[in-house]
């Protein structure tokens, strides 16, 4: 099972901004796509985006788009999730994982790529 940890939430005002970060635990990333979930009380854990492996390809959820920016630093092996604008119902814990390829792997689904068991998230809170 890939073994990642992510950080950087937090509390936020409506209108700010966070970036979160998602470190890989013994292996590197640069092969595989990842993505940003996000799971809200009482509500589906949902995709928000994803990036392929190179990093030349991204996609959003349309509720993130124009918003949110993933990126990737594979000499870090890390992989961020700038937050812009963050509205109310951008609350949720926010997670990241290794997700499937399409296209010879130029590009990124929003779907766990393994059956295993979720990180431990990172809380992001906006308030009103």
């Known amino acids: 099972q890939l073994q990642l940890v992510e950080s950087g939430g937090g509390l936020v005002q409506t209108g700010g901004s966070l970036r979160l970060s998602c470190a890989a635990s013994?292996?590197?990333?640069?092969?595989?796509?990842i993505g940003w979930f996000r799971q809200a009380p009482g509500k589906e854990r949902e995709g928000v985006s994803c990036?392929?492996?190179?990093?030349?390809?991204?996609d959003y959820a349309d509720s993130v788009k124009g918003r949110f920016t993933t990126s990737r630093d594979n000499a870090k092996n890390t992989v961020y999730l700038q937050m812009n604008s963050l509205k109310p119902e951008d609350t949720a814990v926010y997670y990241c994982?290794?997700?499937?390829?399409?296209?010879?792997?130029?590009?990124?689904?929003?779907?766990?790529?393994?059956?295993?068991?979720w990180g431990q998230g990172t809380q992001v809170t906006v308030s009103s």
């Open positions: 990036i392929s492996s190179s990093g030349g390809s991204t």
């Open positions: 013994g292996f590197t990333l640069d092969y595989y796509a």
């Open positions: 994982a290794a997700v499937q390829k399409r296209l010879m792997g130029r590009m990124c689904v929003m779907k766990k790529l393994d059956s295993g068991s």
